[in-house]
């Protein structure tokens, strides 16, 4: 039995690393012969990444952490210097990957290289991939509509020679197969329509193209639309594995979990469907007018909630970036704060108000699908269920090509 050794290379933040070692550890609990070595780059001392890869290092034995050489950023670099950051680690990459390849070949019992899965802000380690005649994987940590939305917008500047940015504005409808209904052009991402900014997505979208396939962190039931717009050929097979839940804990601690004590039994001591939370990623901050709107529609609406609350970054250091049950709040909402541009939209805390109760005081219909949407998450990633079984089939797509 051929043992498979994949090379992880996630992007270095704690918000992509948790996923992509939930989707490590299905993969290796799925098939014995996979083993999973994750490269670690760093920017700058994050406690809770080393706390993180601590935890997960003690309960597998086929998965492992090589820490790359910190990456020291020039002050004065820009914005994108996340590309600056994955070219000055091809080298360190080759070698620790060469180590692998040359430590397997005196071991005839240890895996052998079968391929990359890289992060989508790391597509250009597609190349030191080629360097080692393996084939590159993708996984994305957001959803299959963003992922059809980056694919249709590359074609449309790529081949059919349309410059999205002129959307910027536009009275214009897209009809994209990822999409069950026309969007409005003008409420493309802000990324999408700044020209400064538009490469930083479409560059990775191109090269997405050359990978053997792309697993997504959703579920069938969930984007049946959006997936199933990628079964043309058009695009690399595309497997919806998720959602990255992590049941069963298997005896891994929790990050920080002490230090978010109070909050577990806070919501513990909640009525049933009773909180709403609040949390824009790691790059939703706002600014001080927006977060004060936020806070007062939150109290306006009576409802019991949870914010995540971001500080935003210092202007110019940023790092680069329908199921009928969301609640429209502003659907023309833009804002630039991280392109550095002159657009900030306040939305009001009435507006907020509004959208919260809405959400909190669905009818009975609407928290039915939301309850019945819950349980097909967990039924998805179950055994027989349709995002394991989109799991074997990445799985028998790896031993395919190692053969």
């Known amino acids: 039995m051929k043992k498979a050794e994949l090379v992880f290379i996630p992007r270095p933040s704690i918000s992509h690393l948790v996923s992509t070692v939930e989707v490590a550890k299905l993969l290796v609990d799925r098939d014995e012969r996979l083993s999973i070595t994750f490269l670690i780059m760093k920017i700058n001392f994050d406690p809770k990444v080393d706390r993180f890869i601590d935890s997960v290092s003690t309960a597998r034995n086929r ?12 002050p004065n670099e820009p914005n994108n210097f996340f590309v600056s950051l994955i070219e ?109 900014w538009l490469p930083v997505l479409i560059s990775p979208a191109r090269r997405f193209r050359e990978t053997k396939g792309i697993m997504v962190n959703t579920f069938e039931e969930l984007e049946s639309q959006a997936i199933n717009s990628f079964s043309n050929g058009n695009t690399p097979p595309v497997y919806p ?17 002490d230090k978010y004590k109070d909050i577990g039994q806070w919501l513990d001591d909640q009525p049933l469907s009773s ?47 329908k199921m009928g049950l969301g609640v429209e709040i502003k659907m023309d909402y833009r804002s630039e704060f991280h392109l550095d541009g002159d657009e900030h939209n306040i939305i009001s805390a009435g507006e907020i108000e509004r959208g919260v109760r809405c959400l909190m ?43």
């Not at 998965?63 to 020039?74: A, M, P, Q, V, W």
């Not at 959602?243 to 804990?249: A, K, Q």
């Not at 949407?373 to 790896?398: H, N, P």
């Open 63 to 74: 998965i492992r952490f090589i820490h790359l050489s910190k990456y020291e950023r020039d």
């Open 88 to 196: 000055s680690q091809k080298p360190n990459v080759k070698e620790e990957v060469s180590r692998l390849v040359s430590r397997s070949e005196s071991s005839p019992g240890l895996p052998t290289l079968a391929g990359f899965v890289l992060d989508k802000f790391c597509t250009s380690m597609i190349d030191v991939a080629n360097e080692f005649g393996v084939p590159s994987y993708i996984f994305l940590t957001s959803s299959a509509a963003s992922l059809g939305l980056q694919f249709y917008v590359q074609a449309l500047h790529d081949e059919q020679k349309v410059d999205p940015t002129e959307f910027k504005g536009s009275d214009a409808e897209l009809v994209m197969p990822c999409l069950a209904n026309p969007l409005p052009a003008k409420l493309l991402p802000s990324v999408m329509l700044n020209k400064k």
């Open 275 to 321: 909180v709403v939370f609040l949390c824009f990623g790691s790059l939703g901050s706002f600014g001080v007018d927006q977060v004060k709107e936020i806070a007062l529609g939150l109290e306006q609406s009576g409802h019991r909630f949870l914010w995540s609350l971001r500080q935003p970054p210092p202007k110019g250091k940023m790092e680069p970036p």
């Open 361 to 403: 005081e669905l009818d009975n219909a609407k928290r039915e699908r939301l309850k019945e949407m819950s349980g097909k998450s967990r039924k998805a990633v179950e055994s027989g269920g349709t995002s394991s079984t989109w799991l074997g089939r990445f799985i028998q797509d790896v031993i395919d090509h190692h053969r």
């Open 241 to 257: 594995v998720g959602p990255m839940l992590n049941l069963n804990r298997d005896g891994d601690r929790d990050v920080e979990s």
